[in-house]
């Protein structure tokens, strides 16, 4: 079956704390996963996917595939990126539904 | 990103009433999709179409029907066989070429 875990609703840091985000996935064949987001008051967006492999706003996601996991990872988090942080995955090629995480609220306090 | 737009931005339904959320994209995308957003549960697809006049059905799709007789609008009606309608949904679009999924800015629809 095909599966997205966050096991964090609330992740709550400070300021130029570092930030990960766990995301756990269950898939049979090779997925694609997303890093979605949605900033207060606005639409959900798309912030990275694996593929890609580049930094969006000092964020990275690496596959782990022996492990199944897509953590999202900051070295220093900002106020600004306090918001709601959908893990997400499809298969590969086409058109593909995607698999969402329960997702994950991050909040960083000054 | 005024690609999708979702109407209306809030919506109130009366007991055994059918009641129809529009999605309309101007991205030229084949491929629309339907969510439902509930709090802690993140999102479950409804139904999805990649092609003019064809759809399918998601995960959680009993009591909610759709049409797409045009590529830039797939409208979702939530029927009197929904028994629990009230949630967030989120309508989405996909173009050709391994495209992310662009979002609509949702529609809530409460129970009178």
């Known amino acids: 079956a095909q599966r997205v875990t966050q096991p964090e609703k609330l992740l709550s840091v400070f300021k130029g704390a570092p930030v990960e985000l766990k995301c756990n996935y269950s898939?049979?064949?090779?997925?694609?996963l997303f890093w979605y987001v949605q900033y207060s008051r606005q639409r959900l967006q798309l912030l990275l996917r694996?593929?890609s492999r580049e930094s969006i706003k000092g964020f990275t996601a690496d596959l782990n595939k022996g492990e199944t996991s897509f953590h999202l990872k900051k070295p220093f988090a900002q106020e600004e990126d306090s918001a709601m942080y959908y893990c997400?995955?499809?298969?590969?090629?086409?058109?593909?539904?995607?698999?969402f995480g329960t997702g994950t609220r991050l909040l960083v306090s000054p | 990103d005024g690609g999708i737009t979702q109407s209306p931005k809030y919506l109130f339904r009366k007991e055994g009433q059918n009641v129809t959320l529009s999605c309309e994209q101007n991205?030229?995308?084949?491929?629309m999709y339907w969510y439902r957003q509930d709090p802690g549960q993140g999102l479950r697809l409804i139904y999805y179409?990649?092609?003019?006049?064809?759809?399918q059905k998601g995960d959680i799709a009993e009591g909610y029907s759709v049409s797409r007789e045009k590529k830039e609008s797939f409208p979702l009606t939530v029927t009197s066989a929904q028994k629990n309608p009230t949630a967030f949904y989120l309508c989405?679009?996909?173009?050709?070429?391994?495209?992310?999924?662009?979002f609509g800015d949702g529609t809530r629809l409460s129970i009178l």
């Open positions: 997400a995955l499809s298969g590969q090629g086409g058109f593909q539904k995607l698999v």
């Open positions: 898939y049979s064949g090779s997925p694609e």
């Open positions: 694996h593929i």
């Open positions: 991205l030229n995308h084949d491929a």
């Open positions: 179409s990649q092609i003019v006049n064809d759809f």
């Open positions: 989405a679009s996909e173009g050709t070429g391994n495209q992310p999924q662009h």
